[in-house]
Nanobody, 122 residues
Framework: QVQLTESGGGLVQAGGSLRLSCADSKRTFSNNAVGWFRQAPGKDREFVGTISWNGGTTVYDESVKGRFTSSRDSAKVYLEMNNVKPEDTAIYYC?????????????????WGQGTQVTVSS
């Protein structure tokens, strides 16, 4: 069973930065895209961004484009969050896609982490 684990969440002031990490316990997502999603209280889980299997292609939601950047190495996938805003407050999840290139739909992702809380104070 693949297990994804997010880390790096916490409390940050608006305008600050935070770096999230996503680790795969069985190192199986090396051939798969990895997506980032978030869920704020009372809202649906929404797409944040995705990175292809080799890191060559990234796609971001308009709400984070230019502020968030995803990257990956052989062991982990990262989400660099810069110039964060209070509306970025949410639980952030990473997910392993069913294919080499991820998409925006939750259904395109097979395995999910438990999430890490990000809170941005104004």
């Amino acid at each position: 069973q693949v297990q994804l684990t997010e880390s790096g969440g916490g409390l940050v002031q608006a305008g600050g930065s935070l770096r999230l990490s996503c680790a795969d316990s069985k190192r199986t997502f090396s051939n798969n895209a990895v997506g980032w999603f978030r869920q704020a209280p009372g809202k649906d889980r929404e797409f944040v961004g995705t990175i292809s299997w080799n890191g060559g292609t990234t796609v971001y939601d308009e709400s984070v484009k230019g502020r968030f950047t995803s990257s990956r190495d052989s062991a982990k996938v990262y989400l660099e969050m810069n110039n964060v805003k209070p509306e970025d407050t949410a639980i952030y999840y990473c997910a392993s896609a069913r294919s080499s290139y991820g998409r925006r739909r939750r259904e395109d992702y097979r395995y999910w982490g438990q999430g890490t809380q990000v809170t941005v104070s104004s």
